[in-house]
C-alpha cells in the first residue's frame, strides 16, 4: 500500500519520480506528491491520482537531480492535499514519503507536542519526520542519518521510507520495516522504489532491503546498516522484467491483458516442472523441505482475498489426492487466533505481491511456534519469499491490474503440481492416473485460449446483466472457490454486489435473495458433483432467478435450464478451476466497463496490503 519512489543522480529527478509513479500506483492512488532538491527542498503535492500531481506541477520549476515521491492509499487522514506526501518537518529540515503505518504515532505526537511542535496534516507521517527533526536539533552531534535512525527506534509498525535533509541534501536515507523497499544500482545514480517496476527502466540490478535495514545513499555510494548501526553486507540482485511487461500494449486496460495472458503464464508456471516427457513433476524449491511436506501431520495453507481463493482449491486437491488433512485460514485471522502449532505442520503462505502483512505476519507466527514454513508467491525477492524455508514461485509475470486475475490461476496451477506431486510421492495415485493428470494440465493453456476466443458472446451475456444491483455465485467441490473468486471480481471491480457461496449451502438462507431480478451464476461444468448442482439449478430457476451457467462444451442438457451460458472445454475435474474462472473474469471486466469503472485501479483498494 502506498508506493514511494527517489532518485539520486546527475539525470533531472522528476520525470524519473513521475515514471515511477505511475508504475507504483496500483499500490494506492488518493494522493500523489514529489519533493525535488535544487538549492531548496521544494514539495509538490495534491489530492488524487499521479496524473492530477502532473496537472498540478504544469507550471512549477521541478528541475533538481534529487527527489522523493509518493502515491498514496490512506490510512491516516482522508487523502485531500494536506494529507499527502511527502512530509516536511516543522522546521523545514526533512522531507519523508513513508509507505505502512506508525502505530504508536498518537503517543509519540503527544510528547512532540509538548516540545513544542505543531502538525498540518492528520497524518502518522508526519509525525515521524518531526521525530526526526527533533533528535536532529536536540543533539549537538546528530546528523541526518542518526537522527533517523533514533527515530525509527522509537516506532513501532511498519515502513518504508526516503528521507531528504535540507543541510545533507546530497543524499537520500531509506529504511525499511515491514513494507518493501528496493534499490536500483545505475551508473552514478541510484533509484529506490517499493517494488522493482519502475527500476527496470534503467537497470536490472537491485538490492531488496531487509527489515531494520537502513540504507544512506548518494550519487556515487551506498552504505547499508541496521537501525541500530550495525554495518550490513548487501547482496545485488538481477531483476528478470522487461517494459512490455509493464505496458498495456493493445489492450484497453491491464486487466484485460492479464487474462489473455493466461495461457502463457500457466504454461510458464508449470513448464520446467513438468519433465519434458511429462512423467515426473519437479519442484526445485521445495526439495529440501519436502519429507516434510510429504509427512506432515498437517497442512494449513493461509492467505488473503484471491489468494485465500486459490488456498481453498488447494485444500480440495490435496486433501481428495494427497490424503493430507488441509485447513485454510485467512491470514488476518489466522495471524491473532493463537492456533494450534506443532513442528510436524506445514503452513503455507499463498500470496502474489509476497508483501501482504497480514500473511506475512501470520508467517512469522507459525515459524515461532515451530511450523516449517513455505511460500507460493508471484514476486521474486519478495518478503514472504525470503522468509520461508522453501517454496514455489508462480511465474505469472507482472501484475498490474489491481484485481487478481493471471495470478490466481498461477497459483491454483501450483497448488495442483504440489497436490499431484504429494499424492504421487504418498503412493495415493497410480502411476497411470498421475501421468494422466500431467497430460491434464498440460493441455490446460490451448483450453484455455479456446474460451479466450469467445470473449465476444461473454461481452454480450454481460451486457445483458450490467445494470443489476446484486448476484449469486454458486459452486461445489473444488468449483466454490471459483464461485467465490468470481464474487469477488464483480464486486471489486464493477462495485455490484455479489456473493459466493456454496451450492448447498443455498437453501439455508440466499435463496431468499432470489426472484426474477436477480442473476445467480452457476459453476456447473460436469464433475462428481454436477447432479447436485443441478438440482440447485432447478431450485433457482423455479424461483424466476436469471441463471448464467459455466458448464461443460457439449452438456446439451442445461441449455434449456438456463438463461445464458458459458461453455468451457471438457477437461478432468482436477484442472477445471483453471477453466471455469476464466468466462467469470471476463464477464466481470466486461460488466465493469459497461458501468463505466476504473478497472484497472477500482476505489479504495490498492494491490499490495501492506498495512493491517
Ligand atoms: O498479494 P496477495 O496475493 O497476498 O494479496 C492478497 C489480496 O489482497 C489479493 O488477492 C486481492 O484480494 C486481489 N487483488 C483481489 O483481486
Known sequence: MCGIVGYIGDK??????IQGLQRLEYRGYDSAGVAIYNGSLTVHKCKGRVADLERHIADKDISGCIGIGHTRWATHGEPNDRNAHPHTSMNGNFVLVHNGIIENYAELKADLKKNGITFQSDTDTEVLVNLIEYFYQKGEEVNAEIAVRLALSKVVGAYGIAVICKNEKDQIIVARKGSPLVIGIGHGEYFIASDATPIVSYTNSVIYLNDNDVAIITKDSLTLKTVENTPVAFKITKVDMTIGDLEKGDFEHFMLKEIFEQPKTIEDTFRGRISPDRTEIVLGGLMDVFPKLVNARRIIIIGCGTSWHAALVGEYLIEEYARIPVEVEYASEFRYRNPILSAEDVVIAISQSGETADTLAALRMAKE??????????????????????GV??????????????????????????????????????????????????????????????HPHIKSVAAKYKDASNALYLGRGCLFPVALEGALKLKEISYMHAEGYAAGEMKHGPIALVDDNLPVVVVAAKDHYYEKIVSNIQEVKARKGNIIAVVTEGDDGLKGMVNDLFEIPKSHPVVTPLLAIIPLQLFSYYIAVMRGCDVDQPRNLAKSVTVE
Open 393 to 454: 514461485y508462480t511465474h505469472a509475470g507482472v501484475e498490474i491490474g489491481v484485481a487478481s486475475t493471471k495470478a490466481f490461476t498461477a497459483q491454483v496451477t501450483v497448488m495442483t503440481l504440489l497436490a499431484l506431486k504429494l499424492a504421487k510421492e504418498r503412493g495415493k495415485i497410480s502411476s497411470e492416473v498421475y501421468l494422466n493428470l500431467i497430460q491434464e494440465l498440460s493441455e490446460i493453456p490451448g483450453k484455455v485460449k479456446s474460451i479466450l476466443v469467445k
Open 369 to 390: 511456534n515451530g511450523a516449517t514454513i513455505l511460500g507460493i508467491c508471484n514476486v521474486v525477492g519478495s518478503s514472504i519469499a525470503r522468509e520461508t524455508d522453501g
Open 12 to 17: 533531472n529527478a522528476y520525470p524519473i519520480l
